[in-house]
C-alpha cells in the first residue's frame, strides 16, 4: 500500500477537517504530519461541531488509529484540552491515538518569543497565531529543541533547564515583560506532559511503514495550505513548516516511492488570516458577503478571514508542488445565490501577464477574470452530481479543465452528510 496524501492549496482553511472526517472510513490509518495548534479542522455530524488543533481528524471514528507525526509540534496543554474535550464525549483516545517519539513540544516561552518577535515587526508582523509554532520550528532547526521522546529521559529537568534558560535570556534581552503568574504556567505545561504519557509514544517512521507493508491504508492530514509552505508560500508571511507532500515524508518517516494518491483540498473561492499577499482579495461587499455566507471567521482564533475570488494561477502552481492526483471542491454553497461569479485566471504584472505564481507575489498583481453565471440553487439539497445545476457543473468542468485534474467529490456544505462524491 501508498501513502496518500491530503493536503490544502490555498492558505488553509480549506475544509481539511471536514473531508479527513468523510474518508476515514476508506482507510485504517489518519496521521497529521506537520503544523501544531495554528491549526483549525472542523468537522461536523449529528448537529454538533468539532474543532480539533494538533489531533488528526480522523479520531471521531474509534476503530482507526490516530498518529501525530514527528513533523509536528506539539502544546500539551492544547493536547491535553482536546483530550479532555473527547472524553467527555464518551470516546477513549488512548486506545486509537499514538504519538510520535520525535514530535517536538511547544514551550509556553515559545509563545511568548512569538509574541516579542511579531510585535518587532509592527506593521510587517506575519499574523501569527501566536501558538510557538515559528520560535518551536527554529529550536527544531538549530537542535536546541524539545521532543516527546525527551520528556521520559532521565535528563529530562536538566534539558529543560537549558532551553528554559536560553529563552527567558532572550526575552529580557528584548525587554519583553514576562508574565507575572509564570510558575502558574509552567505548572500548568508540566502537568499536561502527563497527559501525553497517558498515549503509545511510537516510533512512527516504523510504525507507518509497518502498516503500509501489512497492506493497511493511511491517509497523511495536512495542516494549513501551500500558500502558507515555509519554501513555497507567500514567504516571508507563511508558517514554519513544510505543508506540501514533500512535507508528508519528512513528517512521517515515508519514502517518496511509497505515496500513492495526493488529495488537494480546494476552496471554491480564497480566504486568508493574517498578513501578506491575496491577489484575488475582495475588499468591497461581496468580499463581505463571502465571509458572512461562508461563516469564515477563525477556527483557532476567531479573526476574521479575507475573502477573494478562486486563484487558478496560485491553484496551479499548487497543483505541481503538490503532484495533485485529484481535488475536493469546498463550499461552492457558499454562493448559490450569487448573480456572477469569478476566477482568476492570470495575473497582470505591469504590462505583462502571466500564469505563474511570482517569487515576489507582494509586486502589483492585477488579477485577469473569467465571469461565470451563477447557478441560483442550493447545492446542499443535492445527493448526486447529475443533479447539480447546469451552471455549476460548467463552473467545475473550466477548473477541471484548466488544472488538468478532476475534482472526485464536492462538499456542499459543514455536515459529514453533506458531500457528492463522483463517480
Ligand atoms: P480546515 O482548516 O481546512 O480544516 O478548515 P476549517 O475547519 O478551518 O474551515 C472550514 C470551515 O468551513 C469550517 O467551519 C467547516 O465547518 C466549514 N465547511 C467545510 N466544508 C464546507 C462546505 O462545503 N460548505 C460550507 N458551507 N461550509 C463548509
Ligand atoms: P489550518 O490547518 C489558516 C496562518 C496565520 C498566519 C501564518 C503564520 O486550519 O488550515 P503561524 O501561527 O503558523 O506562525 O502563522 O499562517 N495560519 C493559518 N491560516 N489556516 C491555518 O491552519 C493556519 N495556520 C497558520 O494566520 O498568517
Ligand atoms: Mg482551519
Not at 479532555?84 to 470516546?91: D, N, S, Y
Not at 501569527?128 to 520550528?137: A, C, E, F, M, V
Not at 465571509?291 to 475570488?309: D, I, N, Y
Amino acid at each position: 500500500m501508498k501513502l496518500d496524501i491530503l493536503l490544502g492549496l490555498q492558505w488553509g482553511d480549506e475544509g481539511k477537517g471536514k473531508v479527513v472526517d468523510v474518508l476515514t472510513p476508506h482507510y485504517d490509518v489518519i496521521a497529521r504530519f506537520q503544523g501544531g495548534p495554528n491549526a483549525g479542522h472542523s468537522l461536523e455530524f449529528n448537529g454538533i461541531k468539532h474543532v480539533l488543533h494538533i489531533i488528526p481528524s480522523g479520531i471521531f471514528h474509534p476503530d482507526k488509529i490516530n498518529i501525530i507525526g514527528n513533523g509536528v509540534v506539539i502544546d500539551p496543554v492544547t493536547f491535553k484540552k482536546e483530550i479532555e474535550a473527547l472524553e467527555k464525549m464518551g470516546l477513549h483516545p488512548t486506545e486509537n491515538l499514538f504519538i510520535s517519539k520525535k514530535a517536538h513540544l511547544i514551550l509556553p516561552t515559545h509563545k511568548w518569543i512569538d509574541a516579542m518577535l511579531e510585535a518587532q515587526k509592527g506593521e510587517e508582523k506575519i499574523g501569527s497565531t501566536l501558538k510557538g509554532i515559528g520560535p518551536t520550528y527554529t529550536d527544531k532547526i538549530a537542535r536546541n529543541g524539545f521532543r516527546v521522546c525527551n520528556i521520559t529521559a532521565p535528563d529530562f529537568l536538566d534539558k529543560f533547564a537549558v532551553i528554559f534558560k536560553q529563552h527567558t535570556d532572550l526575552l529580557i534581552k528584548n525587554a519583553y515583560q514576562l508574565q507575572d503568574d509564570m510558575t502558574t504556567v509552567f505548572t500548568e505545561w508540566f502537568d499536561a506532559l502527563q497527559t501525553i504519557l497517558r498515549f503509545k509514544l511510537i516510533d512512527n517512521e516504523y510504525e507507518i511503514n509497518d502498516y503500509l507493508k501489512a497492506g493497511k491504508k493511511v491517509l497523511a492530514e495536512g495542516a494549513q495550505g501551500t500558500l502558507l509552505d515555509i519554501d513555497f508560500g507567500s514567504y516571508p508571511f507563511v508558517t514554519s513548516s513544510t505543508t506540501v507532500a514533500a512535507g508528508a515524508c519528512t513528517g512521517l518517516g515515508v519514502a517518496p516511492n511509497q505515496t500513492g494518491r495526493v488529495i488537494g483540498i480546494v476552496k471554491a473561492y480564497c480566504t486568508r488570516v493574517g498578513s501578506g499577499p491575496f491577489p484575488t482579495e475582495l475588499l468591497d461587499e461581496t468580499g463581505e458577503l463571502l465571509r458572512t455566507q461562508g461563516h469564515e471567521f477563525g477556527s483557532t482564533t476567531g479573526r476574521a478571514r479575507r475573502c477573494g475570488w478562486l486563484d487558478l494561477v496560485a491553484l496551479k502552481y499548487a497543483i505541481m508542488i503538490n503532484g495533485v492526483t485529484e481535488m475536493v471542491l469546498t463550499k461552492a454553497d457558499v454562493m448559490d445565490n450569487f448573480e456572477t461569479i469569478k476566477i482568476c485566471t492570470e495575473y497582470q504584472i505591469g504590462k505583462e501577464t502571466t500564469d505563474r505564481f511570482p517569487a515576489e507575489i507582494d509586486t502589483e498583481i492585477t488579477p485577469v477574470y473569467k465571469e461565470f453565471k451563477g447557478w441560483k440553487e442550493n447545492l446542499s439539497l443535492e445527493k448526486y452530481y447529475e443533479n447539480l445545476p447546469q451552471a455549476f457543473k460548467e463552473y467545475v468542468a473550466f477548473i477541471e479543465k484548466e488544472t488538468g485534474v478532476a475534482i472526485r467529490m464536492i462538499s456542499t456544505g459543514p455536515d459529514r452528510s453533506q458531500t457528492i462524491i463522483r463517480a
